[in-house]
């Protein structure tokens, strides 16, 4: 680029290309002054100038035929190119780099590459012909497969920091300040503690009364301004107040001031607004840093809404009391349907918290040991009522008279066959995921970050157990025989050892919903503020009401009259907030009106950003205040506002199947991720006695098992069915280091039908222990939690790029896996049939 760039100025060639993407940035001037810390300010100036001039965009074509004989046309805007190979990709690189602008810089950057290119093929260097011919070779070749990557469902890269308060030195004047010397005002100024402050209001807090205003007009002195601002200039303001108030915590003046650009110099605007800038930056940072943070915590977002909504498992949060262990709460989810439905009678009462009244379950809790036990569960009929008997399998294995009530009770009945597995949890602090980013960035991430509610808190609170219960009837119909689906009416109850008993009366088990589908932008809150229309189609008027509903960005209102409104009406409304200090009435607020609901009240919607809408931030600041009392409404999932969230984010930390994803892009379909937690292994998927999430990461991408698992995909879409599982025995082979794990494979269904199952599992397991794994498959549905379009959507304002390769990834995703280990079961099960 020493041809381009001024030759006072090659010495800093490497900053000036960094900074040509950024030549139309407001923070052009501060990022200069970063990387070249060291320079005078004309030396900055002359490279901001250099940097806008490399960024102007150019019109002149990019010809290397002269250079190389294998050039083909590319059209960017109209214009046409004559690139090789390497010049392409080296032309489309840089556009990517300049934001689809062909600019001067990439026009010398190309040509100089060529011909440096060139001049070192002449010297005989061929790594850059080696190049073009593995890319003109690539042409040809196969698509390439991504390897199945980690993708953890709770985010743990965050910015923590605390918001700096850094103000200036401020001192009020009740006269214009133009003129005076530094020493005058600060003798004649009232101190002040600026409070808040924007580019239109500004709060301050005083000592002492200001006396004798004039026309509700004040005058700010801003000086001596914290070391972090990068800012050394006074600034001397114009202001009206429209509030104030004395303060009854600390018997000082508090006064509300609106910025005048009327009382305020030219000159100081433009300084005012540059301060505001240079703090803010100060305050929160350069925004580049958030992107990585943001980018892990929208993907686990995203991840953790394809999985939980689907997974099989039914958890549920236990706790202690009086020496007894009692179900708290329990997740139903569309993935574990037909296991819900069999614990469920016809009124829709939960049984599954009956599992408690097991007495082998109550010791191994008791005596703090986890759960991971295999049993058939009856579910029957005895008087008309429903009732459930369990025999664990290891006593069905090795008592006969157990196999016997097997025999008689469940083997031609509807059963299940369940795997019942524990774990410690810590309920409080795995349900607390907030935002990657702090709450001073923005609103929405102020309401991620806030902390759970005070009802769904006291629910788990004291749940430090989380059992999970998995239906593995399958396997049990692969080895054995296919299932009754008919519930038996008992003549005699079962011996009482096998009798599972309630613990406590069924409503008591809390039900949360996974599912949360809600396209609303904002939870939405039963709340009463009395309100009224003021303007309609430009007329005054006055139609009170109350509102039957909100959300920050949006009421429910019924009207004291019947009143017509055509949807997308611009409305303006009076509302008052009732808080705890005072009312506060809010005037011509804009809406727009959406239509009616079904009992003929009025949708509205806010019809500015939230930042200009003062109900909106009016609102948004009660719902804080008052959340631990709230009642939500509209399809929240839960009774108890923040349980759903807390109780989705605890199993996120604490799931044991591993869940995986299949994605379908136009040119392929793969498993491109999988997700871990401290509970999730397959143990006994072991390569030279090492158990590692890379051999899983290695069968995930394996050719086999990923066309077993998409061929089932397409079986589920064609028949329309939500689930399939299949069984498969798998051996870790041995390889070379330069090589991947290679793997020993069959379903056992297959192995069963051809009567091979015992016989190559016994063949198999001379070359090693192999591991025996349930794969369920789900078709996925679309990603729409309204906290991963919060922070996807703020994603997209720092790298719009980023958040759109993202959004694609999850879109393409059709189908969610979800691998078990069952070997310890299954080759029981093999071993002892006949």
């Known amino acids: 680029m020493?041809?381009?760039?001024?030759?006072?100025?090659?010495?800093?060639?490497k900053q000036i290309l960094s900074l040509v993407p950024y030549a139309s940035n407001d923070r052009l001037e501060y990022l200069v002054k970063k990387l070249l810390p060291d320079e005078n300010s004309g030396q900055h100036l002359a490279v901001k100038n250099e940097i806008k001039k490399l960024a102007q965009q150019a019109s002149k074509p990019i010809d290397l035929r002269l250079i190389f004989a294998d050039c083909q046309i590319v059209t960017h805007n109209k214009v046409n190119h004559y690139l090789d190979i390497a010049g392409k990709k080296l032309f489309n690189e840089k556009l990517v780099e300049y934001q689809n602008l062909y600019t001067t810089a990439l026009y010398y950057e190309v040509y100089e590459d060529a011909q440096h290119r060139a001049a070192n093929k002449d010297k005989g260097v061929s790594e850059y012909k080696?190049?073009?011919?593995?890319?003109?070779?690539?042409?040809?070749?196969?698509?390439?497969?991504?390897?199945?990557?980690?993708?953890?469902?709770?985010?743990?890269?965050?910015?923590i920091n605390e918001l700096k308060k850094l103000n200036?030195?401020?001192?009020?004047?009740?006269?214009p300040i133009m003129g005076m010397t530094a020493q005058g005002k600060k003798e004649v100024g009232i101190t002040a503690n600026i409070e808040k402050m924007n580019n239109q209001k500004v709060v301050i807090q005083t000592s002492d009364e200001i006396q004798d205003v004039k026309s509700n007009k004040v005058y700010l002195w801003l000086y001596d301004h914290h070391t972090e601002i990068d800012f050394t200039e006074e600034l001397e303001l114009g202001f009206v107040i429209i509030d104030s108030q004395k303060s009854s915590l600390n018997n000082k003046f508090e006064y509300l001031l609106k910025f005048s650009s009327p009382l305020t110099d030219q000159q100081m605007r433009?300084?005012?607004?540059?301060?505001?800038?240079?703090?803010?930056?100060?305050?929160?940072?350069?925004?580049?840093?958030?992107?990585?943070?943001l980018f892990d915590s929208v993907t686990s977002k995203g991840y953790e809404q394809l999985y939980l909504n689907k997974t099989h498992d039914i958890p549920l949060l236990c706790y202690k009391s009086s020496n007894r262990w009692h179900a708290k709460v329990a997740m139903k989810t569309s993935g574990n349907n037909e296991l819900w439905d069999f614990f469920s009678d016809e009124v829709k009462n939960f049984h599954l918290p009956v599992l408690l009244g097991n007495e082998y379950i109550q010791k191994a809790l008791n005596e703090k040991n986890t759960v991971d036990k295999y049993a058939f569960i009856l579910k029957s009929q005895y008087k008309d009522t429903f009732i459930y008997s369990l025999i664990w399998y290891d006593d069905f294995v090795n008592n006969r008279s157990v196999k016997t009530v097997f025999n008689n009770y469940?083997?031609?009945?509807?059963?299940?066959?369940?795997?019942?597995?524990?774990?410690?949890?810590?309920?409080?602090?795995?349900?607390?995921?907030?935002?990657a980013l702090p709450c001073h960035v923005h609103p929405k991430m102020a309401v991620l970050n806030r902390a759970i509610p005070k009802a769904a808190l006291d629910m788990i609170?004291?749940?430090?157990?989380?059992?999970?219960?998995?239906?593995?009837?399958?396997?049990?119909?692969?080895?054995?025989?296919?299932?009754?689906e008919e519930i038996t009416e008992l003549k005699n109850l079962l011996p009482k050892r096998f009798q599972l008993s309630v613990v406590d009366s069924l409503d008591e088990t809390e039900i949360v919903t996974a599912e949360n589908d809600d396209s609303r932008g904002e939870d939405r809150f039963v709340l009463s503020f009395k309100m009224a229309i003021t303007r309609s189609n430009n007329v005054v008027t006055n139609i009170p009401g109350i509102t039957k509903n909100v959300s920050v960005q949006g009421l429910l209102v019924n009207l004291q009259k019947e009143t017509k409104f055509k949807a997308g009406e611009e409305i303006e409304i009076e509302l008052t907030v009732p808080f705890s200090e005072q009312d506060r009435t809010l005037y011509k607020q804009k809406y727009i009106v959406l239509g009616y609901n079904s009992h003929g009240a009025v949708r509205l919607l806010m019809n500015t950003i939230e930042s200009k809408h003062l109900a909106c931030r009016a609102i948004r600041k009660y719902i804080y205040q008052h959340v631990d009392n709230l009642e939500a409404c509209g399809k929240r999932g839960s009774r108890i506002y923040g349980l759903q969230k807390a109780m989705r984010n605890i199993y996120a930390h604490n799931h044991f199947s591993i869940p995986f994803y299949l994605k379908a892009t136009k040119h392929q379909q793969y498993i491109n991720a999988a997700s871990f937690s401290g509970n999730s292994a397959l143990k006994h998927l072991v390569y030279k006695n090492e158990n590692s999430e890379e051999i899983i990461l290695n069968l995930l991408s394996n050719q086999k098992f990923r066309d077993s698992c998409l061929s089932i995909i397409a079986v589920l879409a064609y028949k329309e069915l939500p689930a399939r599982a299949f069984y498969i025995l798998v051996l870790p082979k041995d390889k070379n280091d330069k090589e991947e794990y290679s793997f020993w494979y069959r379903d056992l269904s297959v192995l069963k039908k051809s009567a091979q199952l015992k016989e190559y599992t016994q063949k198999v397991s001379k070359h090693g222990k192999p591991a025996i794994l349930k794969v369920e498959l789900k078709k996925s549905d679309k990603v729409q939690n309204m906290y991963y379009r919060d922070e996807i959507s703020y994603l997209k304002s720092l790298d719009k790029d980023l958040a759109d390769d993202l959004e694609t990834q999850l879109e393409s995703t059709i189908g969610i896996g979800e691998v078990t280990d069952l070997t310890d079961i299954a080759i029981k099960m093999i071993t002892n049939a006949t």
Do not use: W
């Open 130 to 159: 080696n190049e073009s011919e593995s890319e003109s070779e690539s042409e040809f070749s196969e698509f390439k497969i991504d390897k199945t990557e980690p993708k953890p469902l709770v985010n743990k890269n965050r910015i």
């Open 461 to 484: 609170n004291d749940c430090d157990h989380m059992i999970t219960i998995s239906d593995i009837t399958s396997l049990y119909e692969t080895i054995y025989q296919p299932v009754n």
């Open 2 to 13: 020493n041809s381009v760039i001024s030759p006072h100025l090659q010495r800093f060639e």
């Open 168 to 175: 200036s030195a401020c001192k009020v004047f009740i006269n």
């Open 270 to 293: 433009v300084l005012f607004a540059h301060y505001l800038r240079q703090k803010k930056l100060a305050i929160i940072g350069p925004t580049e840093r958030f992107i990585t943070p």
């Open 410 to 435: 469940f083997k031609n009945s509807l059963f299940r066959m369940v795997k019942i597995s524990s774990s410690f949890i810590n309920s409080a602090e795995d349900a607390y995921v907030p935002s």
